[in-house]
């Protein structure tokens, strides 16, 4: 990768915390950007409120919590997923992405420091003995869209090859996957793949990958011994929403040869927004369909026409991989039963994985 020319067109300048100014992940970048102007400050407030924006580099150490739980939503199930900092913010530009209403300090965020992490996760993992821990980088950025100008990733992934009970994920719409193929202990390392028919990745995915390019670098990561999994999230649904999504899930086995063994799980949610998202957006095709409010706050498709698009999408994958655990993020317990006949804990596939994680 020609790093000057990828980020370099993604940023105008980098802020760093004099704490992390020797850290291994600060100098790598900054020389890998080096025709930028690097700024080395106290904290995050001397980011002068003119560069507080996403083309500003800002790499920190982490503060507070490192590992905690997915947020979940109220009055919906959620998979106990826990979450890791790491990379703070995206420049993708998916046009529904509700990151838009959750960061409010703009400039992307790095945080390099990842002992307090690893001692976190494996002091979970010594505690959940009895358990699976699944954790993730990919809640608040993108898992790997700008880990190969600072290679932390792989810390992580090494770090973590040892917990039998722990699947560490890195979530993407990138196929930025070549710089952690040649680590040799890998664990139960999973990367995981954002995966929309290609249509809706040209109208509302910004700059990510093509789905091609995406499944192209699965097939990568599953030769050099990694687990993938795939995300259905969001779904949306238009006039051949149906033909395209079981075209894409079909290519997954037939075109890519992705073995039903090295799926970790598979996950599905269909499109849903924030009041404040939508009046942020362009009056763009996909808020045109019918929405409701929820308990949440968020607007989804109507409860009948979630339970059709998943029941379908859920056929459709299992025609091809009967044995992988696939999951719906964020939904009620009335769609869990009208789409799997019963909820995610009572499912032997899904039961582990959603257990709570003790300890944190």
């Known amino acids: 990768m020609n790093f000057s020319n990828y980020y370099g067109r993604l940023f105008d300048r980098i802020y760093v915390t004099s704490d992390v100014t020797e850290h291994p992940a600060t100098i790598r970048a900054t020389e890998r950007l080096k025709s930028l102007p690097l700024h080395v400050i106290g904290t995050k407030k001397d980011i002068p409120s003119e560069h507080r924006n996403s083309r ?77 821990i699944r954790i993730g980088t990919g809640e608040v950025g993108d898992s790997l869209l700008y880990d190969p100008l600072f290679e932390i990733s792989g810390e992580l992934v090494k770090s973590f090859s040892g917990l039998d009970n722990v699947y560490f994920e890195l979530k993407t719409k990138t196929d930025f996957v070549d710089h952690l193929l040649d680590i040799n202990n890998k664990g139960n390392a999973v990367i995981g793949f954002s995966l929309n028919p290609q249509g809706v990745v040209t109208g509302e995915e910004g700059t990510a990958a093509l789905i091609e390019r995406r499944l192209e670098a699965a097939e990568r990561a599953v030769e050099a011994g990694y687990l993938v999994s795939f995300h259905f ?10 033909r395209e ?45 019918e929405f409701v409010p929820s308990r949440d706050r968020k607007f989804r498709y109507i409860q009948k026409v979630r339970s059709r ?31 799997f006949g019963n909820n995610p804990y009572e499912i032997p596939k899904l039961s582990d994985i959603f257990k709570p994680v003790r300890g944190l």
């Not at 999230?233 to 149906?242: A, G, H, L, S, T």
């Not at 459709?316 to 719906?328: K, L």
């Open 309 to 339: 698009i998943y029941s379908s999408i859920r056929q459709r994958i299992e025609e091809h991989y009967p044995d992988v655990p696939i999951y719906m993020c964020m939904e009620s317990d009335t769609l869990w039963n009208n789409v």
């Open 233 to 242: 999230d969001p779904i949306f649904r238009y006039d051949e929403w149906q």
């Open 56 to 132: 500003s580099l800002f790499v920190t150490s982490p503060v507070g919590n490192t590992v905690d739980r997915c947020p979940g939503t109220r009055g919906h199930l959620c998979c106990n997923y826990l979450t890791i900092d790491l990379y703070i913010g995206c420049g993708i530009g998916c046009s529904y992405c509700i990151l838009q209403d959750y960061l409010n300090f703009s400039p992307i965020t790095v945080y390099v420091d990842t002992r307090p992490v690893i001692e976190r996760v494996k002091r979970l993992a010594r505690i959940n003995s009895d358990g699976v």
């Open 245 to 289: 999504y079981f075209d894409l899930i079909d290519s997954i086995e037939e075109r890519y040869r992705i073995p039903q063994d090295k799926i970790a799980w598979i996950s599905m949610g269909t499109f849903r927004y924030t009041p404040e998202l939508k009046d942020k957006a362009e009056e763009r095709k996909i808020f045109l369909e």
